[in-house]
């Protein structure tokens, strides 16, 4: 009986199966001093997991910036990092799409690893899939393992192919 583990998405290396999906990265600018860390990507990934409309980004940043203990500096800057990602053309489904945020995922790769994890957006139009990640670090050679593994997840669940985007707000 072949022995499973169990892996985090963002933890995993790159899988085989996965490095042929097509991840395009993003690079929205960020202004000079802005702030970093956890903190500020935990208020900036709430803000977009939350907001139907650009409309609701300050209100978001607030809420979030509060619970997250953040400082007015750093919601403020949330809230301008996500209204620049709200607003990029790469994120505009097409009509009639639907989209899930924080979708669960899970898939077994060749070697039995069960890798899961979840997908900070996604959205099908019934013929392909397109998957988000959101990041809010700055990494030279950022590796886009994390995204192909969640479309790997997509693809083989629906059928459909998948492509994938990084955006690095």
Known sequence: MPRY??????????AAEAQQIPVETITLPAAAGRPTGKKFGRVVDDILQHAESIEETDTLAAIWGRRHGATEAERDAAAVAARAALLHPALQMPPGAMRYRELPVMVRLRDGTLVEGRVDCAWTDGTSWTVVEYKTGRRENRHPAQVQLYALALGRATGLPVRGLLLEV
């Open 5 to 14: 583990r169990l892996s985090t998405a963002e933890t995993f290396g790159p």
